[in-house]
């Protein structure tokens, strides 16, 4: 089945400064990539997916690509902010009736 | 509007009591998941049903069994509770098929003595 790796598992940048987490996947059958945001105490939410048949994709402060040849995907986020401190959590999923497989996620703090 | 809502929020119980979980959708999807998260945030699928039939289930003690008695519904249900049963265990819900995203329910913190 499908395993996703989740790197790294935390992470400390500057207020301002950009977070970039990585994620690699095994099963090339796989076609959708979502990034979910997890705050201490709440429950996931989803902040921005990818299909694979697209490269990149850019909501405001975020942004993801992904490479279908190298089976990889990352989350990019500018211009942190301290709201920005969570646990983020990659996942991918094979079309069908399989369900999401999770990354084991990143625990990000922004400094102001 | 509480999209996926789960009841209790908290539980605690005593080793080798049995107890259940419920969550319930207000979105129409068709598929409802249950995720347990431990201490060190790993999520975990458990099992997933779709239109009230199961499709997938991880290996995961027989003690613990799903039972959706409608396809808004999808309870947990554990017996013989043990210390590592102790996690917080989420409901999700999303159509089976396509690019969907998959909403979870704000989870049960279960914490077993």
């Known amino acids: 089945g499908e395993n996703v790796e989740q790197h790294p598992s935390t992470l400390s940048v500057q207020e301002g400064d950009s977070a970039v987490i990585k994620c690699t996947y095994s099963?090339?059958?796989?076609?959708?990539f979502p990034w979910y945001k997890q705050e201490l105490g709440k429950r996931p939410q989803l902040i921005i997916d990818?299909?694979?048949?697209?490269g990149e994709k850019k909501d405001q402060r975020i942004a993801v690509t992904l490479n279908k040849t190298a089976k990889h995907f990352s989350l990019h986020i500018t211009e942190t902010q301290p709201e920005d401190s969570a646990v983020y959590f990659c996942?991918?999923?094979?079309?069908?009736?399989?369900?999401?497989?999770f990354g084991k996620g990143t625990r990000l703090s922004v400094i102001a | 509007d509480t999209a996926v809502s789960q009841t209790p929020k908290y539980l605690v119980t005593q080793m080798g009591n049995d107890k259940s979980i419920k969550c319930e959708q207000n979105?129409?999807?068709?598929?409802m998941y249950w995720y347990k998260q431990d201490s060190k945030k790993f999520l975990k699928i458990m099992f997933s049903?779709?239109?009230?039939?199961?499709?997938i289930n991880e290996t995961v003690p027989n003690r613990f069994s799903p039972k959706s008695p409608d396809k808004a519904h999808l309870n947990l249900h554990i017996n013989s509770l043990e210390l590592g049963d102790s996690a917080v265990y989420f409901c999700?819900?999303?159509?089976?098929?396509?690019?969907?995203?998959?909403?979870f329910g704000p989870g049960t913190r279960l914490t077993v003595t």
């Open positions: 999700a819900s999303s159509q089976l098929r396509g690019y969907h995203e998959q909403y």
């Open positions: 990818i299909r694979s048949n697209v």
């Open positions: 996942a991918a999923r094979v079309s069908g009736n399989t369900p999401l497989v």
């Open positions: 099963d090339s059958a796989s076609n959708y």
């Open positions: 979105l129409g999807h068709d598929t």
């Open positions: 049903y779709n239109n009230k039939e199961l499709i």
